[in-house]
């Protein structure tokens, strides 16, 4: 059984976890219409991610863990750029991470950047941009062309930019597939299963035999036995 099959067999036992399929949708799309949804109904929530592109949608309710180890870090959309940069300061925050990485491209992504231009090289040039007046430090619903070619050093290569953009913030999917986005999330959420303890011990016996669940833990306060 492959690890995806098991998270999301186990996940409909436990309770108040919940296991979507983003085979649809980019996993980023289903990440910021969750994070509209925490903010809205005033939930506090952590994502737990080293994936740059999602921490876009961090937000005043929806923080990021990046797990390792001793040098585990809590990052927040005010402190997502400084930390990306290993920097002290952050000059802006993560509204115009888009920006930025439209610049650098992602490797995780296989979407190349610009030739030369590191993640605080890029931050330098978005942050002269805020300083000049020619770019202000707010969500940017399609690439920023007419501020950017204000910069010399990123007007020649604005089409790739505004390419790199459109892939790393798909405003268009967001825009357009809202309604299935939710439906799904929906579907999740109203076709989870009540479970008893019983029923999840039985999981240790079909799947987990070598390295069982300790369920006791896992269900603490959750459910009777």
């Known amino acids: 059984m492959s690890a995806v099959k098991r998270i999301s067999t186990v996940a409909k036992y436990i309770p108040n976890v919940f296991y979507i399929n983003t085979s649809k949708y980019d996993e980023f799309v289903y990440l910021d219409y969750l994070a509209g949804v925490f903010a809205n109904n005033n939930e506090f929530s952590v994502l737990l991610s080293s994936d740059e592109i999602l921490y876009q949608s961090l937000n005043s309710h929806l923080v990021a863990l990046n797990i390792k180890g001793l ?7 005010k402190n997502v750029i400084a930390y990306l940069a ?11 991470l888009n920006v930025v990485l439209s610049v650098t491209g992602s490797k995780d992504y296989t979407i190349d950047g610009l030739k030369n231009v590191k993640f605080k090289k890029s931050v330098k040039m978005v942050s002269d941009l805020i300083s000049s007046g020619k770019l202000s430090d707010t969500y940017n619903y399609a690439c920023p062309k007419e501020a950017l070619k204000c910069s010399p050093n990123l007007a020649e290569d604005i089409d790739k930019i505004e390419a790199n953009y459109k892939a790393i913030y798909p405003i268009e999917i967001l825009s357009n597939e809202m309604s299935n986005i939710k439906l799904d999330v929906d579907v999740a959420i109203k076709t989870k299963p009540q479970v008893t303890y019983n ?7 079909r799947i987990f035999l070598q390295f069982p669940l300790n369920i006791a833990s896992i269900l603490k306060g959750e459910i009777d036995k």
């Open 199 to 205: 029923q999840f011990d039985e999981l240790n016996s």
């Open 86 to 96: 290993e920097q002290e300061t952050a000059p802006f925050t993560n509204k115009l």
């Open 71 to 77: 040098n585990t870090k809590l990052i927040t959309d």
